[in-house]
């Protein structure tokens, strides 16, 4: 079995979501749950100014491109080439090129198995960015995005917030 890596594929613009969304149901037809592991369309947060007010929206890091974690064969490469909107991978001629690990570093992707000395329900202290010296319990980790979610006093209640491995230690 050869292993997963993340492809791009180039889309219609505006067609991102229904491609992934097309890929995702062929997956769960033909049972490639195991070849094509993970489509994704990288979203970033934009403060956007409407009327004179600011407005946090989500947009597309990279309008008419879609990533795609599998193991390239002629199956998936088939089924992720027929997707209606897909007009191909991106690669020299028709060959797709997998991203390298620098590549995908900026994208939150990372390859390899991240593990942390905390886990869920233990207290940790956060170290550094907008809410050091901050302490909360660990609500929930997130190994693909590297994060780990704790529960802040913010305006009197409880708000849950996400914050980078790099940035906590445990107590």
């Known amino acids: 079995m050869s292993e997963a890596n993340w492809y791009v594929v180039h889309t219609y613009s505006g067609y991102e979501n229904k491609v992934k969304a097309n890929i995702e149901k062929t997956i769960e037809n033909r049972h490639l749950e195991e070849e094509i592991l993970e489509v ?3 979203m970033q947060d934009v403060v956007e100014m409407k009327n004179g007010a600011k407005k946090n929206v989500q947009k597309k890091m990279f309008p008419g491109y879609v990533l ?8 998936t490469w088939y089924v992720v080439r027929n997707t209606r909107g897909v007009t191909g991978f991106v690669g020299p001629g028709s060959k ?5 690990e620098a ?11 991240i593990s942390v000395d905390f886990a869920e329900g233990d207290m940790i202290a956060v170290v550094a960015g907008v809410w050091k010296d ?11 995005k590297q994060t780990a979610t704790i529960n802040v ?11 980078g491995f790099a940035e906590v230690r445990r107590m």
Not at 103 to 113: A, C, Q, T, V
Not at 134 to 144: A, E, F, K, P, S
Not at 153 to 163: A, C, D, K, M
């Open 40 to 42: 994704r369309v990288p």
């Open 68 to 75: 795609i974690n599998m193991v390239m064969n002629d199956d």
């Open 96 to 100: 797709p090129v997998p991203l390298t």
């Open 103 to 113: 590549e995908m570093k900026p994208l939150g992707i990372r390859m390899e198995n």
């Open 134 to 144: 901050t302490v909360g319990v660990v609500q929930r980790i997130d190994y693909g």
């Open 153 to 163: 006093e913010l305006f009197g209640r409880e708000t849950p917030v996400e914050i």
